[in-house]
Structures are given as structure tokens and as C-alpha cells.
């Protein structure tokens, strides 16, 4: 079993002691920080650094506990000029030799902890990595000084919904007005 910290990308869990926690570190060169830009479809990923631990709980199962810190290059959605982001981000994750089982239907509730996975035999830190940066990058980069577009759709000759419209309970006081015979006008 190791002892020490963990060396490469991938790591069979059954070679970990199970006694102490196992550091890791990864820092992708550039022809592997421009493979992950490709793969999350973003233009350039210029720093990445994900380290942390890998510590035993329990006899079985295992907790990850991380920091990722990034600068990445994204297109503007309104303009498409680079937009840089810096991205630090601490990351967890709980692997469970015996999970809870897993819902089935058509309408499941979303478990209280979304950390929490299976044991693999062997943990893809690079996987972790990528994943944990394809969360965190911004949904809808803006460039500095640009506002974001609203569109309104609406049939012709009908007044565009505003966020107050759609908002639940928005028309209950004039529902409320209403029905107690009060319309606000005096």
C-alpha cells in the first residue's frame, strides 16, 4: 500500500493505506491545459493547479478535498471578445464503498449531498479536475463594460411579461383587492 502522495492522474484506491490522508497535485503543461480548453469548448485555459487530499474515512470509504485555481478565456456571449476569468474553488467529494441506493422513477428528489459518489477501483483525478472547472466557469462571460442583451417576445399588440409578471404571487394583492370588494380607488 502507499504511504505517501499521490504521483500520477489516476489512482488505484486499494494501493491507499488506509491509515493517513494522501496529498495530490496536478498542474497541466500547456498542450494539456489546450486539450481541456478544446474539450470544454472554451478558448484557452492558461493557468490550472487542482491539489488536495485524498483522507480515509472509515474503513471503506474516502473524502477528496481540493482547491482548483484557474484563469481561463472565454468568448463574450454578446460580443465575443476574450473574456478572462480567475477561477478558485475549493472541491469535495465523498466516495462511499456502499452508496444508498439510487431513486428510480420519473420524478426524483435531488439528494441532500450531490457529493457524494460511489467508490471507483480506480479515482480519475484528472476527471475531478475537469469537471469541478467545467462547474465553475462563468454560464454567460460578459466583457468588461458590455451589458447584457434582453430580448422580449410577445404576440403583436400585447404588452411584453416583465420579471414582476412571472413571479408567483405577484398578482395575489389585487386578487386579494378584488375579491374583498376594495379596487384601490377612493
Known amino acids: 500500500m502507499r504511504n505517501g502522495p499521490i504521483t500520477s492522474d489516476s489512482v488505484r484506491i486499494s494501493d491507499l493505506s488506509p491509515a493517513h490522508h494522501h496529498a495530490f497535485a496536478l498542474a497541466p503543461d500547456a498542450d494539456a491545459r489546450a486539450q481541456i480548453a478544446a474539450e470544454l469548448g472554451i478558448v484557452a485555459v492558461r493557468k490550472l493547479r487542482f491539489a488536495g487530499r485524498m483522507t480515509p474515512q472509515g474503513r471503506d470509504d474516502w473524502r477528496l478535498e481540493a482547491d482548483l ?24 467529494r465523498t466516495y462511499l464503498a456502499d452508496p444508498p441506493p439510487v431513486p428510480e422513477g420519473d420524478e426524483i428528489e435531488m439528494p441532500e449531498d450531490d457529493a457524494v459518489e460511489p467508490l471507483p477501483r480506480v479515482l480519475d483525478l484528472r476527471a475531478v479536475m475537469i469537471e469541478a472547472l467545467a462547474l465553475a466557469l462563468p454560464v454567460y462571460p460578459h466583457a468588461e463594460g458590455v451589458t447584457p442583451l434582453r430580448k422580449t417576445y410577445t404576440e403583436p399588440g400585447r404588452a411584453a411579461l416583465s420579471d414582476d409578471d412571472v413571479k408567483p404571487f405577484a398578482g395575489l394583492a389585487g386578487l386579494r383587492d378584488k375579491l374583498s370588494g376594495d379596487d384601490g380607488k377612493d
Open 69 to 92: 485555481g484557474a484563469t481561463v478565456v472565454q468568448d463574450c456571449v454578446v460580443t465575443l471578445a476574450p473574456v478572462t476569468t480567475r477561477i478558485d474553488e475549493a472541491v469535495t
